[in-house]
């Protein structure tokens, strides 16, 4: 396993300028949201095509996105800290993160009854900072 050359922070954005230049920003990111605009776009990981930001991200603190990695018959929704996102493309309307599918779809399960529950955020934490000792694709 090799050690991840800089500390892993699950919920800072590695770079908010990305989604602040949102040619669809609106008020509602002004007031600490930067995440509203991103609301329908794909999400790839690492492996491929894992879902998209589901509408109702904005039940979720500005720190995560809610992401819908289901079929159209079915509906998984997970939670990505946003840490995980490594680049956002407004032109493509795609987010990029830096784990695999596998990864994320076996992150802690959401629930939507306690979204911001302080024992789910430690567990959802830990998962995605625990990934940070190895590499996406030594998984």
């Not at 008020?27 to 995440?35: E, M, Y």
Request: proline fraction near 9%; aromatic fraction near 8%; charged fraction near 30%.
């Amino acid at each position: 396993m090799q050690p991840h050359p800089f500390p892993f922070a699950p919920w800072v954005w590695r770079d908010a300028v990305t989604v602040l230049d949102s040619p669809t920003r609106t008020i509602a990111q002004d007031r600490g949201r930067p995440d509203v605009g991103l609301l329908g776009y794909e999400v790839d990981a690492v492996d491929g095509r894992i879902g998209k930001v589901d509408e109702h991200n904005a039940e979720l603190p500005a720190d995560c996105l809610l992401v819908d990695t289901g079929t159209w018959l079915t509906s998984h929704r997970v939670v990505l800290p946003v840490g995980a996102i490594c680049e956002v493309d407004h032109d493509a309307k795609l987010v990029r993160v830096d784990r695999t599918k596998k990864h994320v779809t076996d992150a802690p399960a959401y629930d939507p009854e306690h979204p911001d529950a302080d024992d789910y955020r430690r567990r959802l934490g830990e998962y995605y900072t625990d990934s940070y000792r190895t590499s996406p694709t030594d998984e």
